[in-house]
């Protein structure tokens, strides 16, 4: 690490630290939430209908989308399965079910993207209050073999599911962090013994089966709780419109303008830079980014600008589903591409995971027929 960089983090990290008190006033709040949750005090709702939810801790950039996406194709073939999200930064309200003209307006960047990857296999449905989701959901739906799938619920509480997945950034351990604001936790990492299924994400390939133990250690993890590690493995770039160049001829010479607007983007950095070419110009926007025309000038601007007709634009999947609603030239058209992300199992246990989810899924539904009552509404 450079003295520039060692000294900008050292200086970010006692700015941060100023927010120590305001810490403690979040985890009083979050601690009085989540007990009044445990004793019973605030209601917690099953429903006749398997539920699975994934979230995180973490703020931000644990690849939620993408692990939802793993589970859905992991239990598409064994279930009639709808995903629950609430349309995170979504300019709609209430209750939607996605078809093929929604927009990004309507429902949100992930929910565009998995309602275009899952069409006839899978149904998506942005709802703020997944309670009221779920019963809409049972209500359209009826089917014996019925899954909600609740995207980024870990913090829902209103809702217990028969599966409670929580992901965890390898790179940003929960128990080397902190509560917001002087960290990015959204509540204690004590409250990791809610999960049924620990997925730790994001992992070097080089994962040691004692680096497992050594993790799933300092998380805490109770006996009845699994663990499993992950990364992500690119895929081929695609064209982000359909009258865009479907085989991209990357070279080492060729010119990548890279755009983002996601949490963290060094993982995407590291593979343009390894695997397309070193020659990156790097427009970075936060994560959800609502493009402006401003924004689309500065793309189309930067883009003129790079030297040579070897040039493309590379951005995320989820960046995709946004600039697809935009009217770019033709050649910015034809030259645009994302990565698609999959997940990879460190450990090639994605079976085990698989039986982990339905064995829950089982017990929690027999259970709860015998002893609990649905949610009148």
């Not at 009826?142 to 997945?165: C, E, F, G």
Request: proline share 4%; hydrophobic share 35%; with cysteine.
């Amino acid at each position: 690490m450079s003295r520039r960089r060692r000294g900008y983090k050292i200086s970010v990290n006692m700015a941060r630290s100023l927010l120590i008190p305001f810490s403690w006033i979040y985890h009083g709040f979050t601690s009085l939430r989540n007990s009044m949750y445990d004793n019973k005090v605030l209601k917690s709702y099953r429903f006749d209908v398997p539920v699975v939810s994934i979230g995180n801790i973490t703020v931000g950039g644990t690849g939620k989308t993408p692990h939802t996406e793993l589970i859905v194709r992991m239990l598409q073939d064994d279930f009639k399965i709808t995903i629950l999200s609430r349309g995170y930064k979504r300019k709609s309200k209430g209750y939607i079910r996605a078809d093929e003209k929604s927009t990004v307006a309507d429902i949100g960047d992930e929910p565009k993207q998995m309602a275009r990857k899952f069409a006839g296999a899978a149904s998506m449905v942005v709802c703020e209050d997944r309670a009221e989701g779920i019963r809409r959901i049972m209500e359209e739906d009826k089917a014996d073999n019925q899954m909600i799938i609740l995207d980024d619920a870990y913090q829902h509480r209103s809702v217990s599911p028969a599966v409670n997945i929580l992901l965890i950034d390898y790179n940003r351990p929960i128990f080397e962090d902190h509560l917001l604001p002087w960290g990015d936790l959204r509540e204690s990492c004590k409250e990791s013994s809610r999960a049924n299924i620990v997925i730790v994400t994001k992992c070097p390939p080089d994962v040691k089966p004692i680096d497992r133990r050594v993790f799933a250690k300092h998380v805490g993890l109770l006996p009845s709780q699994s663990i499993f590690f992950t990364n992500f493995e690119y895929q081929p770039l695609k064209a982000v419109f359909e009258d865009g160049d479907s085989e991209p001829n990357v070279t080492a010479a060729t010119q990548v303008l890279l755009v983002t607007g996601i949490a963290n983007t060094k993982t995407i950095e590291d593979y343009v830079g390894t695997k397309l070419s070193k020659n990156i110009t790097h427009i970075k926007y936060k994560d959800h980014h609502n493009y402006s025309k401003k924004d689309v000038a500065k793309i189309s601007s930067s883009f003129g600008a790079l030297a040579g007709g070897d040039k493309i634009i590379v951005t995320t999947e989820k960046d995709a589903m946004r600039l697809n609603e935009i009217d770019f030239s033709p050649e910015i058209r034809r030259r645009m591409y994302y990565l698609p992300i999959e997940v990879n199992f460190v450990f090639d246990d994605e079976h085990k995971l698989k039986n982990e989810i339905l064995k829950y899924v089982t017990e929690d539904k027999r259970n709860y027929r015998l002893h609990t009552t649905v949610r009148q509404f």
